[in-house]
């Protein structure tokens, strides 16, 4: 690896040649120098437009090639329990894992559209159109980087492809990125079998990948997905229209079950992401903070003021700080709610409360982010707050009862013994 074949390293070079060791390498001048004189070089590589790991799975293969071994490039991060070498990438495709990891823009997006709304601030509100067009590239770069694990190859196919799938939205920015990644796989195992230079692996398999999944996008793929992402936010607004208290109250009933049976992640997110792809808020986006975020607080602060017992306090306490802090952690009320059926049917007769005042006083949030943050990124955010404030004190109030009932149960037994 840019050795010094004429000085420090030469007796290693001598050796080598002598004994007709194959050798890979990189660093244009020292291989080219160990060439000329005599060794069998069998493989070389600049460092412009690679990566340690792309230049070890080039020289691995030479060597493998040379010696007639059988190998195949292992293109991600192994562990005892998956070999990242086999299969195309499709077992990597994870919509729910590329729609958790895009969150941060949409609620940069989400911000920028609340500050805009602040007097004196009124030219972020050409900063949040170029965040909406920016959404697509962040899903792609994230989709292509999941799929084909090639770190900066990939960055690169996928914002490429996401620049070529703005007009797709942010379904078109998944599919290119996906395909993006898939291609990367493709193209950088080809060209390391056609023995091509790393620099030029890495630059061919990352530009055309991006390139051809964009192209893609660009011309037949957007506009389906487009059509697609309109007609489920269409879909839902006319659903919310026809009776948006029903429509919030059955979102609120159904939004904790849905989380804890994994439908949230896989289903309600991408829906809540595609509401915001136009407004910066979203309907199920507000019911998820009242019916879920505004709920685990209820119950934690309800378990940290009058606990069953001491060890319950401690474990209430940084989830109700994570909830009122950062607006998630909803798990944390998970042990609360499975310890206890009262707390449990209350979890779930809040939200949908909260779900229901959401539809009353017709909503669009978010949660994600500070709960004392939430009403400023809200298109109402008066009735934002009493959405809020109804099922936090519901949940608290239920549990807290549900907590004090066996004790009171206790002491009336020893007082009647």
């Known amino acids: 690896m840019s050795s010094d074949p004429k000085e420090t390293n030469q007796q290693v070079v001598k050796a080598a040649i002598e004994s007709g060791i194959p050798i890979v390498g990189t660093g244009g001048t020292s291989m080219a120098l160990i060439s000329s004189m005599g060794a069998k070089v069998i493989a070389t590589s600049g460092t412009t437009g690679t990566t340690n790991r792309t230049r070890a799975v080039s020289f691995v293969t030479s060597l493998t090639n040379h010696f007639g071994i059988s190998y195949r490039p292992l293109l991600g991060k192994a562990d005892n329990n998956r070999d990242m070498s086999n299969g195309s990438g499709l077992k990597n495709v994870n919509i729910r894992g590329i729609m958790m990891a895009a969150l941060p823009g949409f609620i940069a997006m989400a911000l920028i559209l609340a500050l805009s709304k602040v007097p004196g601030f009124g030219m972020l509100g050409d900063v949040f159109d170029v965040l909406i067009g920016a959404l697509p590239v962040i899903i792609a770069v994230i989709a292509a980087k999941q799929v084909s694990e090639l770190d900066e190859v990939s960055i690169v196919a996928g914002v490429i492809a996401g620049v070529l799938s703005i007009d797709g939205g942010i379904i078109g920015g998944m599919i290119g990125g996906i395909i993006a990644g898939l291609l990367v796989r493709v193209l950088f195992q080809q060209f390391v079998k056609w023995r091509f230079p790393m620099t030029t692996v890495n630059i061919a398999s990352g530009g055309f990948a991006g390139l051809i999944a964009g192209l893609l996008v660009y011309y037949f793929i957007g506009p389906i997905a487009l059509t697609f992402g309109d007609l489920i936010k269409d879909l839902i607004e006319v659903t919310v229209a026809f009776n948006p208290i029903i429509a919030g109250l059955i979102a609120g009933l159904l939004i904790w079950p849905a989380i804890l049976g994994g439908v949230y992640h896989a289903a309600i997110l991408p829906i809540v992401l595609l509401e915001m792809e136009k407004t910066g808020n979203s309907f199920l986006g507000a019911v998820d903070m009242v019916g879920l975020v505004m709920v685990a607080a209820g119950i934690n602060l309800a378990n940290i003021i009058s606990p069953r017992d001491k060890g319950e306090a401690a474990v209430a306490t940084p989830g109700f700080a ?47 982010v500070p709960t004392f943050t939430a009403p400023l990124l809200a298109n109402n955010p008066v009735g934002f707050i009493i959405a809020m404030l109804v099922p936090f004190v519901l949940a608290f109030t239920i549990t807290f009862v549900a907590n004090r009932w066996p004790t009171r149960k206790i002491e009336e037994h020893e007082k009647a013994s």
């Open 322 to 368: 994570i909830n009122m802090g950062f607006g998630t952690f909803v798990e944390s009320a998970y042990p609360f709610m499975f310890s206890s059926k009262w707390v449990f049917a209350g979890a779930l007769f809040s939200g949908g409360v909260g779900g229901a005042l959401v539809g009353l006083f017709d909503v669009r949030g978010t949660a994600y």
